[in-house]
């Protein structure tokens, strides 16, 4: 590889960090959506109890006016909050234990001690403690209002019921918002990891994964002591492998991609002074045996593949992927250049380029590799122990499966095939860490925007329901002053009203003129009045319209001050009842 600051040619890693390392940074991922989660819940079960802390105001303020006592509010409002608080933690504790069930059951292989995954005491003191406190604190919010201001306030409401004050809409409206946002934090970042996962599974590994079946065979040193043995083994698997029917081609290999250990192997390239362009390493060494690239479908770049006569009695040769000969013989052909790994006692030459191939992962960039042919290998006395053998075939992979056991079981009846699967699940499996990781992220995002929106329906039919009765009532108080109204003697008690709805335009009535038109010397048909204003209420607008000398009777001005803001104007009164 190519050494930086950032990736020596050495590095020391604690054990801890060994195992953990790969998974480090999606469990902290995972870690910060159920903070997420966590605050958006908490801010949920705020703003519910703040709506109806809000719908008890008048009953804390009426129990204070005739005598309770504070520290009797404060005990009965804390056992309610703490009663639901202890209810909500344990039956989120019931959902956490088959949540976590189901997520261990699910867990791609890899991640490290998943089977000790569980839920122990400090996460059930955690859980119970933060219900308490969330209990304490919002459980508490009716007694703010316990001020003498506040509950003047709350009394002079005149027995109706009205909406929140403003700072306090303002608060419940700022933690929904609040929620929506840090929802839609987890939506995008949810939304980035499914573009990630599904550009990733679009990757192009190199090789060509359909109808292929791979299995894993180690051969012990008991039974086969040096490499000339264990070559000739995987000689004759091949062979026998090759005869079966539907078989188009087999091959072995030592490093099965997309996803294997790097080797980081100290290679010297004749002619070649390493540089922090030129590693002194190659990233993968690859002993391959039978027909590899034809059976892989790799494609040859330049040059040649391994030939029959590429053998022990042959010259020692060797092929480079594409990434290592731009890397060491940028703008120049790599055929017919010598390398040597360290410490052999010969050099092998170039004799073919291939396409890259994905060793170390899908969404890792293409490392530098070096492909050796077992024969010449096994001739130095190197003996390749693990291979990784590869079946093409015209068949379904895994009908395959009995006959490769079989064939293996007559050769060896002591090597069992190990991780027989297809290519397919191979390359599956090097993608399943980072779609269980979406799927996680995904299921919490999902979660994070459903609960303000399964709270935020309810509390807002709460309101409505709460501003619908108030309108009733208005507008009972309205029809009874125009009652009040109607049955005062003389034209100018009603001489204008009028009733605007803003709906855009403004409606108005001048009764005076509908006397005329329904031929009645006086307006006194109070239920008309209630119909018109059933029907056009939205604001109304009373003015006696009388000269300065006259006023309403004192009954009438009585019964107005006490229900709607007065205001003398031109000799009259002006009443301004707000929508």
């Known amino acids: 590889h190519v050494q930086t600051p950032d990736n020596p040619p050495s590095k020391l890693r604690s054990l801890q960090e060994q195992m953990t390392g790969g998974v480090r940074t999606a469990l902290l991922l995972l870690m910060a959506a159920v903070g997420l989660v966590l605050l958006i819940a908490v801010a949920n079960v705020g703003n519910l109890l703040l709506a109806r802390s809000e719908r008890r105001r008048r009953e804390v303020a009426v129990r204070v006016a005739i005598g309770a006592g504070r520290g009797r509010l404060v005990r009965q409002f804390l056992t309610e909050s703490l009663v639901l608080a202890v209810i909500g933690g344990g039956l989120g504790l019931l959902l956490g234990i088959a949540g976590l069930r189901l997520v261990v059951a699910r867990a791609p292989g890899g991640i490290p001690r998943a089977g000790e995954i569980r839920l122990d005491g400090h996460v059930v003191l955690f859980t119970f403690g933060l219900s308490l406190l969330a209990g304490l604190i919002f459980g508490l919010a009716p007694l703010l209002h316990l001020s003498p201001n506040s509950m003047a306030a709350t009394l002079k409401e005149s027995g109706q019921r009205t909406t929140a004050g403003a700072a306090r809409q303002r608060l419940r409206k700022g933690l929904v918002v609040s929620e929506m946002a840090l929802a839609a934090i987890l939506v995008i970042g949810a939304g980035l990891l ?98 590899y690239f034809e059976t892989m479908g790799i494609p040859i770049v330049e040059g040649r593949g391994f030939e029959l006569g590429d053998d022990a009695k ?22 017919g250049r010598r390398l040597r790994p360290s410490g052999a006692p010969f050099w092998l030459t170039i004799v073919g380029v291939v396409k890259d191939v994905k060793q170390g992962g899908l969404s890792e960039p293409t490392g530098t590799e070096l492909y050796f042919n077992n024969p010449q290998v096994a001739a130095a006395n190197v003996a390749q122990r693990t291979m990784n053998i590869v079946v093409r075939s015209t068949r379904a992979p895994l009908t395959l499966s009995g006959e490769v056991r079989r064939v293996v079981r007559e050769l060896d009846p002591s090597l069992p095939p190990a991780q027989m699967q297809t290519m397919d699940e191979n390359i599956a499996q090097t993608v399943r860490r980072p779609r269980f990781v979406t799927l996680l992220l995904g299921t919490f995002a999902m979660l994070a925007l459903a609960l303000p929106i399964a709270t935020f329906f309810p509390t807002a039919m709460l309101e409505m329901l709460g501003n619908l009765i108030e309108r009733h009532e208005k507008i009972a108080k309205v029809e009874a002053t125009i009652a009040l109204l109607a049955e005062t003697p003389g034209p100018a008690a009603c001489q204008t009203l009028s009733f605007c709805y803003w709906a855009g335009k403004r409606f108005e009535l ?70």
Do not use: C, W
């Open 314 to 335: 042959g010259p020692p040769v060797a092929l480079v992927n594409e990434t290592l000969a731009k890397q060491y013989y940028p703008g120049q052909s790599a055929l």
């Open 194 to 291: 499914v573009r990630s996962l599904n550009a990733l599974e679009r990757v192009d590994p190199g090789f060509d994964a359909d109808g292929l079946l791979t299995f894993q065979l180690y051969l012990p040193p008991a039974h086969y002591p040096d490499a000339t043995v264990a070559g000739a083994f995987y000689a004759t698997l091949l062979d026998r492998l090759g005869a079966l029917p539907g078989v188009q081609g087999v091959a072995a290999m030592s490093g099965l991609p997309p996803l294997r250990d790097v080797n980081a192997n100290d290679t010297e390239f004749d002619g070649l002074a390493p540089s922090p362009d030129r590693p002194s390493n190659v990233d993968y060494y690859q002993i391959i045996q039978g027909d």
């Open 510 to 579: 001048d009764f005076f003129n509908t006397r005329q038109k329904i031929g009645s010397g006086r307006f006194t048909d109070a239920g008309l009045l209630a119909k018109v204003a059933d029907k056009y209420y939205g604001a109304v607008e009373i003015s006696d319209g009388a000269p300065r000398d006259q006023q309403l009777p004192d009954r009438v001005a009585a019964s107005l001050r006490a229900n709607y803001k007065v205001a003398r104007q031109d000799g009259g009164l002006r009443i301004y009842v707000p929508k």
